[in-house]
Nanobody
Framework: QVQLAESGGGSVNAGGSLRLSCAIS????????MGWFRQAPGKEREGVVV???????YYEDHVEGRFTASEDNTKSTLWLQMDNLKPEDTARYIC?????????????????????WGQGTQVTVSS
């Protein structure tokens, strides 16, 4: 069982920055793929970044170069540093955890692979 709690969202102007955090509480099992997804009103949930069990991270094309994903040494917190934010980044950002770590890099486009989801944190970028 995994519980996830996001924080750090807010409202910024275009070009601004935000840093999101995801606190992870795991009562059993080993770490699987982890990820950040986002969902805007009326749109499907889309992958932003996924973390492999070896620490590798994989970014969605639209955020690569602007977003930086990291985690602490105990693997109990994920961070997502978001720079040069654009209005199209406006969405609810949600942390996700999977039970397994199979082909994590391809799970960016497979939200159904993730079994656990946080409540999300809202990010609003004004032009």
């Amino acid at each position: 069982q995994v519980q996830l709690a996001e924080s750090g969202g807010g409202s910024v102007n275009a070009g601004g920055s935000l840093r999101l955090s995801c606190a992870i509480s795991r009562s059993s099992g080993s770490r699987g793929c982890m990820g950040w997804f986002r969902q805007a009103p009326g749109k499907e949930r889309e992958g932003v970044v996924v973390y492999d069990s070896d620490g590798s991270v994989y970014y969605e094309d639209h955020v690569e170069g602007r977003f930086t994903a990291s985690e602490d040494n105990t693997k109990s917190t994920l961070w997502l540093q978001m720079d040069n934010l654009k209005p199209e980044d406006t969405a609810r950002y949600i942390c996700a955890a999977a039970n397994n770590a199979w082909n994590c890099r391809y799970r960016l486009y497979d939200p159904q692979y993730f079994a656990y989801w946080g409540q999300g944190t809202q990010v609003t970028v004004s032009s």
